[in-house]
């Protein structure tokens, strides 16, 4: 894209460098994970483990959502519709269900395959940590990837094609994540499809976030299953057999062919309320 062209979306008042799609995109992301990275490196200096087992994934992601206050108040001048409103509660609970639904439609056909068997129950305790994890995970990568990375370049490039280049920006993302694979690669890329449509749904970033956080966190804190490549340390325990394509192998379920349907199917859902809607923007 030409990333030097002024946004169709901006203020007519909207003046210098920051009329900019690529300046606003820079400047949205820095405001973003500055205040992140001075939150995660300055608890981590803390010796006792104790003492910053649960809160820090937590301040840090409340940094990440004041610096993107901060910016959308100051550079866009306008305010928050996209983390506020009457309707937040009851599209991160909706965002919840449908992200429980999904990975609850993987796990089961799994299990009708005999792929997955329940082998017992380890302690709960792990519970509120991956909790904390997850909210960080799910609230700063949605700010990151939808509230940037996808809602300011469909102002400059459309909708369908800011989804494809979304998907495609979320999947480079978790290259370096271990267990890659192509269809690992093609899962990741429609998770961020998926997610972008939930955003198109509501315009708003409740509904993305519940999906994303309901799957991480039961994936990892729930069935103790890989999660992007990351080691899993749930509560339950089971055991997946058979050839990683289905299965996922080290990656997690975002590497089966059984994720790539149900989540295709979601996806589809979503993008047709979100164009029923009128939320789809058309190339300038």
């Known amino acids: 894209m ?13 003046t210098g460098p920051t009329r900019f799609t690529l300046v606003r995109i820079l400047l ?9 990275a ?19 994934p937590l301040l840090a992601a409340l940094a990440g959502y004041a610096g993107y206050a901060f910016y959308v108040r100051r550079v866009e001048r306008r305010a928050l519709d ?9 599209e991160l609970g909706a ?9 609850v439609g ?10 997955y068997r329940f082998t017992g129950v380890g302690s709960a305790a792990v519970l509120l940590k991956s909790c904390t994890e997850m909210v960080f995970v799910a609230l700063v990568e949605e700010i990151l990837f939808r509230g940037v990375l996808f809602r300011l370049p469909e102002r400059a490039l459309g909708t369908r094609l800011a989804l494809l280049v979304s998907g495609l920006i979320f999947a480079v993302a978790h290259l370096p994540n271990d267990g890659v694979t192509l269809l690992a690669v093609a899962n990741t890329a429609l998770a961020g499809l998926l997610f972008a449509a939930a955003y ?10 519940g999906v994303h956080f309901a799957w991480n966190f039961i994936s990892d804190g729930v069935f103790s299953l890989p999660t992007s490549g990351h080691p899993a340390r749930g509560m339950l325990q089971g055991q997946l057999s058979g050839p990683e394509w289905l299965t996922g192998g080290p990656y997690g379920l975002e590497a089966s062919i059984v994720t790539f349907v149900v989540m295709g199917a979601a996806t589809i859902v979503l993008l047709r309320r979100a164009q029923r809607a009128g ?4 190339k300038p």
């Open 2 to 14: 030409d990333t030097l062209v002024a946004s169709p979306a901006l203020p007519p008042a909207a």
């Open 28 to 36: 949205a992301l820095l405001a973003v994970c500055l205040p992140v």
């Open 38 to 56: 001075l939150v995660l490196v300055l608890t981590n200096q803390i010796p006792d483990k104790a003492l910053r087992a649960y809160w820090p």
């Open 82 to 90: 996209e983390l506020r409103g009457p309707a937040g509660p009851r």
């Open 95 to 103: 965002g919840l269900a449908l992200g429980a639904a999904i990975f």
């Open 106 to 115: 993987v796990v089961g056909l799994l299990v009708a395959s005999g792929s």
């Open 200 to 209: 198109l749904a509501t315009r708003r970033l409740w509904l993305p976030i």
């Open 279 to 282: 939320h789809f923007l058309p």
